[in-house]
């Protein structure tokens, strides 16, 4: 299978990889444009000497000059305006032999003044031009040997093309054009403007200066980001990496990476998210461990009780006797039943509440619908049992709550059937509505025998039961199960008796008001 290095790489590796083409494509840049600059410059001078070629030209052709010497010094000497910025202009007949040369005549120095103004344009790509690059030794000559270059131009098959030579002699840079000269369309002979360029030189390396130091400072820039991208972030990101390979392997060294958890940013919003969810999984693995522990111990016991009066049954023959032990044994059934179905139950909650979106819940109206459902059903039965609602305390104010809806009203109903089962005929049931500081405050108070003083704290215990009466009916779970869906939405509960003449239990609820 073809491996692709993006995705199968680390973020640092990944990050290096994208610098380095980064850079290559700079460099590929930079080079191309440092080789570009010179010839751009020397182009770009070499076109203003072409029209400066193309006016002599203009004048030879206007004032019909004779290529002879004599001509072309006067022409000269009275065009001399035509060459200003121009070191030396040179004329050649036809056999390229020198007709007039600035350089031996007696001409005012101010006439040739020497440009140092570099215009950078684009280079002429036409066919037209011909760029001919040279380098000669300073110490074995001093100038141009223009003669010679002269020639070899005339030996062309087409003189219409400019010929352009730069060269170094003795420190300076000059740059020279040939170009033929015609009348009446006829080739005549050939002209040479030359000037020292010295300032495309400096131009080069102005340029060259600045890209390098961009460029190394980009470098550099990205060097500190890497380095800074390393410390603090991927390394941190490579020590919770590790830290949940270490989890996974039940590594019991485990660092919980204090010093991540202490920063404000998003390493550390992850490394406290996985902190916690870490200690959740941990209590969620002990609570699963200590709940099937104590689920085994509790049906071991009916499942004893089953075994031996199945033994017995087996072995008797008294019809009193074996009715007797065929309730025992349906009792232990029915406990086994239904410790199974309530610890199935209670981890279903957990389960939907983990996947449930919490939506805002106005809890004065569960509360509402579970009591009329409630009422609606001890109607029917023998024990005249009424449930009242007592919202004075409110003064309209809502019971906004974050929840889902069929927990709390498992909430409610749960506690409802508590107060019901331990209540007596002719009894009633208050549930009082209010809110207290910041969150919304839910009581039920019952007329029953109320809780046992000496094992209330063990009320929400797992699998305790104060109802020997009703064995097979009540798996202990109850409360339990209440109190776990009352914390998964950030309440607490609170059990007691009434106090004063009043006699029976009293709950209270706490949930957070949502605003």
């Not at 002979?189 to 010295?198: F, Q, T």
């Not at 820039?221 to 991208?229: C, D, E, M, Q, R």
Request: proline letters at 1%.
């Amino acid at each position: 299978m073809k491996s692709n290095f993006f995705s199968s790489s680390s973020i640092l590796n990944k990050f290096l990889a994208f610098n380095l083409i980064i850079f290559l494509f700079l460099g590929i840049w930079t080079y191309l444009y440092l080789g570009a600059i010179k010839p751009n410059l020397i182009e770009n001078r070499s076109n203003q000497h072409a029209r400066i070629i193309n006016n002599t030209s203009d004048h030879i052709n206007r004032l019909n000059i004779k290529f002879t010497k004599e001509n072309a010094t006067e022409f000269i000497l009275s065009t001399r305006f035509l060459f200003q910025n121009l070191d030396r202009v040179q004329l050649y007949d036809l056999n390229s032999n020198l007709l007039v040369d600035t350089d031996t005549l007696d001409l005012v120095q101010d006439i040739f003044i020497r440009n140092q103004n570099v215009q950078e344009t684009s280079i002429d790509k036409s066919e037209e031009s011909i760029n001919v690059t040279e380098s000669l030794d300073s110490q074995k000559t001093t100038t141009f040997n223009t003669e010679s270059y002269v020639k070899d131009y005339s030996e062309q098959k087409n003189v219409n093309d400019k010929l352009v030579i730069s060269e170094t002699i003795n420190n300076n840079f000059y740059v020279m054009t040939i170009n033929s000269v015609k009348l009446s369309g006829e080739n005549k002979g050939y002209i040479v403007v030359s000037e020292i360029a010295n300032d495309i030189l400096i131009a080069v390396d102005e340029r060259k200066n600045f890209i390098l130091r961009t460029v190394f400072l980009v470098a550099l820039v990205i060097l500190i980001f890497s380095v800074f991208l390393n410390k603090y972030i991927l390394k941190p990101i490579r020590s919770l990496v590790l830290y949940t390979k270490a989890i996974k392997e039940k590594d019991v060294k485990i660092d919980k990476h204090e010093k991540y958890l202490l920063r404000k940013d998003e390493v550390g919003q992850l490394s406290r998210s996985l902190n916690e969810m870490t200690e959740d999984l941990y209590k969620r693995i002990n609570v699963a461990e200590t709940f099937s522990s104590d689920l085994a111990h509790e049906i071991r016991n009916p499942l004893t009780s089953l075994k031996g009066a199945s033994e017995v049954l087996e072995n008797t023959s008294d019809n009193e006797k074996r009715k007797k032990l065929i309730k025992v044994i349906s009792h232990d059934v029915e406990r086994i039943e239904r410790l199974i179905t309530d610890y199935s139950q209670m981890l279903k909650d957990e389960a939907t509440l983990s996947r449930a979106k919490m939506i805002k819940i106005d809890l004065s109206n569960v509360i509402n619908s579970v009591v009329e459902d409630f009422n609606s059903d001890l109607l029917n039965s023998n024990k005249n049992i009424k449930i009242n609602i007592n919202n004075s305390k409110l003064n309209g104010s809502k019971l906004n709550v974050l929840g889902v809806e069929s927990k709390l009203e498992q909430i409610v109903a749960n506690l409802l059937d508590n107060a019901v089962s331990f209540s007596p005929s002719n009894s009633k049931i208050s549930v009082i509505c209010n809110i207290k500081k910041e969150n919304v405050q839910l009581i039920i108070e019952d007329e029953g025998p109320g809780f046992n003083e000496k094992n209330i704290d063990k009320v929400f215990n797992r699998f305790y039961s104060n109802r020997p009466e009703k064995f097979g009916e009540h798996s202990g779970l109850g409360l339990n199960i209440v109190k776990n869906i009352i914390e998964l939405h950030g309440g607490s509960i609170i059990v007691s008796n009434q106090i004063g003449n009043k006699k029976g239990a009293r709950i209270e609820v706490l949930l957070p008001i949502y605003k």
